[in-house]
């Protein structure tokens, strides 16, 4: 008689598909359609006292699609196009600064994120801030950040981008080494790294930031501590480390899936997380603090996160364009998502949401707790004052699970991560869920 043999399951460091990255809480998968009223209803509240606003920019356009890649992005549409989705956004922002919950009130914090906002031209680029300006103004602004591809990044468009107001410049360098740039699907190479970092740095943005991504496809230990130190060489402002995920809905899944395989053809987690080890050590050492599981500065004092500080401490934020999220007086939403629903509904004077979530207090406090984990310290009185929670007696199975696996300890004060529970940081927020929202599915 002929026996199957089952495949052996996976090590269980193995990285496999899925999102690990914790991003928000509630996960998305609990937020839904039927929801979308609550939308309408914070938009037409008033503001809470003292709370900030950020305004988030969506722009989904590369000129390649990476292979790793989960956004919602379009790599086939022409400058018209182009133009008929930003103009579109600014309808979009007319609409939101006429509600209660943002008349009157100026942005704290501005990003454009992506795709590839540096893929807009310098002419587009302009007209867009501009006309935004206009609308909600900047001045009150402490930090614009802005996301650009280094094959874009021709000394005009650096000297538009600074124009406009930014701040901070994230450069998405990835690598350092071309053959892994090409077979992960980036569309630039390591000459336009260096490049564009000059140029950059000739327009004295006030923060230059690095984002590398450690277990890329085909990564090796030589390559990987070549990363590191030509990322010292350059020594920017601020450096970001990723771990590789491979999300569902990626090019390498799909192969994954048509060639039947469980495991990603990248680093385990344990590779991956002691290379972001070695990394983090090395920027010390080269005079970097480290200032959350995934980023180093070299002046902690100058260079900040506002975007990412505000955001997890409870701000609202206005997402524009197609597949944004935004924060809205505790309600979470998302716009739609492909590019054609996003414009009828536009077009139509709705407001273009296809999923959203009211939050309660308790999930509210939550949130905050879980992401400012991911900064590696969490101030207990910040919890106290604000939500009336002793965080230690809340949570004292949970932190006393961490304390005794070595990943955390908690003082009167605060509560710390180690670097061993800073580098696996995602991996630890789940025990602090409420039961009805532990889930494998976060997307």
């Given at each position: 008689?002929?026996?199957?043999?089952?495949?052996?399951?996976?090590?269980?460091?193995?990285?496999?598909?899925?999102?690990?990255?914790?991003?928000?809480?509630?996960?998305?998968?609990?937020?839904?359609?039927?929801?979308?009223?609550?939308?309408?209803?914070?938009?037409?509240?008033?503001?809470?006292?003292g709370a900030k606003?950020?305004?988030y920019h969506h722009i989904p356009f590369c000129r390649k699609r990476c292979h790793f890649c989960y956004f919602r992005?379009?790599?086939?549409?022409?400058?018209?196009?182009i133009q008929a989705y930003l103009d579109a956004t600014i309808t979009e922002l007319k609409s939101l600064a006429a509600r209660p919950l943002i008349r009157g009130r100026k942005p704290h914090f501005v990003y454009f994120g992506g795709g590839t906002p540096s893929y807009l031209s310098t002419k587009q680029l302009t007209e867009l801030t501009d006309r935004m300006k206009a609308i909600l103004p900047w001045d009150a602004a402490e930090e614009i950040a802005f996301e650009g591809e280094?094959?874009?990044?021709?000394?005009?468009?650096?000297?538009?981008?600074?124009?406009?107001?930014?701040?901070?410049?994230?450069?998405?360098?990835?690598?350092?080494?071309d053959h892994v740039l090409e077979i992960n699907g980036r569309a630039h190479r390591s000459g336009e790294v260096y490049t564009a970092y000059e140029r950059a740095r000739a327009e004295q943005f006030s923060q230059i930031n690095i984002d590398l991504i450690a277990g890329m496809v085909e990564e090796t230990e030589a390559l990987w501590q070549r990363n590191i130190e030509e990322t010292i060489k350059l020594r920017p402002d601020s450096v970001t480390i990723y771990q590789m995920e491979v999300p569902y809905n990626t090019t390498i899944y799909k192969e994954m899936k048509a060639e039947g395989k469980l495991v990603a053809p990248v680093a385990d987690w344990a590779t991956k997380r002691r290379w972001v080890k070695e990394a983090f050590a090395a920027l010390e050492s080269a005079g970097y603090t480290i200032a959350s599981g995934y980023t180093a500065v070299?002046?902690?004092?100058?260079?900040?996160f506002v975007y990412r500080d505000e955001l997890w401490s409870g701000a609202d934020l206005l997402g524009l364009g197609v597949a944004s999220f935004s924060h809205a007086a505790g309600v979470h939403y998302q716009n739609l998502t492909e590019i054609e629903a996003y414009h009828a509904a536009v077009a139509a004077g709705e407001l273009p949401i296809k999923r959203a979530f009211r939050t309660t207090p308790e999930e509210r406090m939550i949130r905050e707790f879980i992401l400012q984990m991911k900064l590696g310290r969490v101030e207990l009185g910040y919890f106290q004052e604000k939500f009336g929670v002793d965080i230690a007696q809340r949570f004292a199975a949970q932190l006393g699970h961490l304390a005794a696996e070595g990943f955390v300890t908690v003082t009167p004060t605060q509560v710390t991560l180690s670097r061993d529970g800073l580098l696996c940081v995602d991996t630890l927020l789940h025990e602090f869920f409420l039961s009805q929202h532990r889930t494998t599915k976060i997307v």
């Open positions: 008689m002929n026996t199957a043999i089952p495949a052996p399951a996976p090590a269980k460091s193995s990285t496999l598909a899925g999102n690990y990255f914790v991003s928000n809480y509630p996960p998305f998968s609990f937020w839904s359609e039927e929801q979308k009223v609550e939308v309408e209803m914070a938009l037409n509240s008033e503001p809470v006292p606003l950020g305004l992005v379009y790599t086939d549409k022409n400058a018209k196009d280094p094959g874009t990044l021709n000394a005009a468009k650096l000297a538009a981008i600074k124009q406009v107001g930014v701040t901070r410049l994230s450069l998405g360098v990835e690598h350092f080494d070299l002046d902690p004092k100058r260079t900040k």
